[in-house]
Nanobody
């Protein structure tokens, strides 16, 4: 079992930045692919960014490409999502997800473990 805890959400003005963190329990974090997803009320959860277990490969949704950066520090069992140039449409609950597999997956079904989420609100 892996437990994921997100932090770093909050309220920010449009154009601002936030960095989300996702800390995982367990000793095999380096063997897990990690992903960030987001969801707003009434909408389906959508993929935001993913990173391979070694950090050598990343992938982004078109809507965040060039503005968000996913990274990981396996020594700290933590994945990050640096969000710059935030827009009101980025407002959502952000979830991190993990799976003990290689590669990157953009579908939620590709992940076995999920955090409880952290709220990001971008004001205009």
């Amino acid at each position: 079992q892996v437990q994921l805890v997100e932090s770093g959400g909050g309220l920010v003005q449009a154009g601002g930045s936030l960095r989300l963190s996702c800390t995982a329990s367990g000793r095999t974090f380096s063997s897990y692919r990690m992903g960030w997803f987001r969801q707003t009320p009434g909408k389906e959860r959508e993929f935001v960014a993913g990173i391979s277990w070694g950090g050598g490969a990343t992938y982004y949704a078109d809507s965040v490409k060039g503005r968000f950066t996913i990274s990981r520090d396996n020594a700290k069992n933590t994945a990050y999502l640096q969000m710059n140039s935030l827009k009101p449409e980025d407002t959502a609950v952000y979830y991190c997800a993990a799976s003990p597999s290689s590669g990157i997956r953009t579908a939620g079904a590709g992940y076995d473990y999920w955090g409880r989420g952290t709220q990001v609100t971008v004001s205009s």
